[in-house]
């Protein structure tokens, strides 16, 4: 059927409808429309501020996390129950491109979007901590050999542990091949001109092949459910180093920051992202705790608003760390062909993080050996009853 004799056809539908005389609207019935319903939209609103209390000025913000009551009513309706979150306000200067508070609010909700977990190796009984460790750290060997940025690294560590998350029985043999995904997909969103996939098919020496590595990029991107844009681990630190710095608020997408402070500081988180157990704390406070070691707590609570409390304990669990970091060489900005000066210390860098983590790992030890019974008195523990010999 044309369009003309579609049009002519309706026309003479609306000819010969009744004419319908126009209703008038209650008082108080068009307040009555359908909102979209909340979960199918993420919306943030500032609830309250207040100035009393140990919480200071503060938002209550409706986090992403919705739990759905399957209660049935009178009405029918589904209710879906908030968790609020009270966070500190945007440490965000005034913007001249969006609302600070927006800005800020929307980072934190990507805390609580983009979920990490190191029991995701209890998942897959074939593999260790020790192989996410080295797998990652060859990312970084072939990160630097293309010139890629830190954000495409730990873009691609954060694909790598939140798809792992979702895998069950994952054999070692899979290992490279996802991790070259990884890079792959964080590549082509982070790079203007990122490698091509014959290149990434080219540095596994045969181990994967393209077609493999596209057919994985699939899988990886369903499971993800396309959910590829999280605040990583060294967004938030160049968010916090540039307000710390910030001295031109009208150019604040310009880094103003230190790139030999920023340097070390990335190259402790380097070394912490190799182990299992930085999944434990949010990106944020990971960050956060990096930059306290370098600063202070003071200039930590100014640029995050988080408290003590909230890094207190990844600030312990970093000492070994930095001591490790501290005794090792002070890194240098390297000069990257075809890189601009002032984009030295975005270009990610990578040393012998394994023997480092080695190091780490031995400090570990030692502190535990301190804690023991043994090393405290010299004392012994007696043996349990059933372990005592019997005199016959």
């Not at 609020?84 to 306000?89: A, G, Y």
């Not at 050999?145 to 790598?160: G, K, N, P």
Request: charged fraction near 25%; aromatic fraction near 10%; glycine fraction near 4%.
């Amino acid at each position: 059927m044309s369009k003309r004799s579609t049009r002519n056809t309706l026309q003479e539908r609306n000819e010969n409808a009744p004419e319908q005389k126009p209703q008038r609207k209650r008082k108080g019935e068009q307040c009555n429309r359908r909102i979209p319903s909340a979960a199918k939209k993420q919306h943030f609103e500032i609830k309250n501020r207040c100035s009393e209390g140990d919480i200071g000025p503060s938002v209550l913000i409706e986090t992403p996390q919705k739990e759905l009551q399957e209660t049935s009513n009178i009405s029918g309706f589904k209710h879906f129950r908030f968790k609020n979150l009270f966070v500190k306000p945007s440490p965000l200067p005034s913007l001249s491109w969006a609302s600070s508070d927006d800005v800020w609010i929307k980072m934190l909700n990507k805390e609580l979007k983009y979920v990490h977990d190191k029991g995701f190796i209890q998942q897959h009984p074939a593999l260790q901590p020790k192989m996410r460790s080295i797998l990652l750290d060859w990312l970084i060997e072939v990160s630097e050999v293309y010139t890629l940025h830190r954000e495409t690294f730990y873009l691609a560590q954060d694909i790598f542990d939140r798809f792992m998350l979702t895998q069950k029985d994952i054999g070692k043999d899979q290992l490279q091949l996802i991790g070259i995904t990884s890079l792959f997909i964080a590549s082509k969103i982070e790079e203007i001109y990122p490698p091509k996939l014959q290149e990434f098919a080219y540095v596994t020496d045969g181990a994967c092949s393209e077609e493999e590595i596209l057919a994985k990029e699939l899988v990886m991107l369903k499971a993800l459910k396309w959910d590829l844009c999280p605040e990583t681990v060294i967004s938030w630190l160049k968010l916090y180093a540039q307000v710390d710095s910030l001295q031109d608020s009208t150019n604040f997408l310009i880094p103003q920051f230190s790139q030999e402070t920023y340097i070390q500081i990335t190259q402790l988180l380097d070394l912490c992202i190799l182990d299992v157990n930085s999944l434990d704390y949010q990106y944020g406070v990971l960050a956060a705790a990096a930059f306290c070691h370098f600063t202070s707590f003071e200039t930590v609570h100014k640029v995050s608003g988080l408290a003590w409390d909230s890094i207190s304990s990844c600030v312990r669990w970093m000492n070994p760390f930095v001591r490790t970091v501290h005794e090792w060489p002070r890194p240098q900005l390297k000069d990257f062909k075809k890189v601009t000066a002032e984009n030295y210390h975005n270009i990610q860098t990578h040393v012998d993080y394994l023997a480092m983590l080695g190091e780490v790992h031995d400090r570990q030890q030692e502190s535990l050996d301190r804690m023991s019974p043994l090393a405290v008195g010299g004392l012994l523990t007696p043996p349990k009853s059933t372990e005592k010999p019997v005199n016959v």
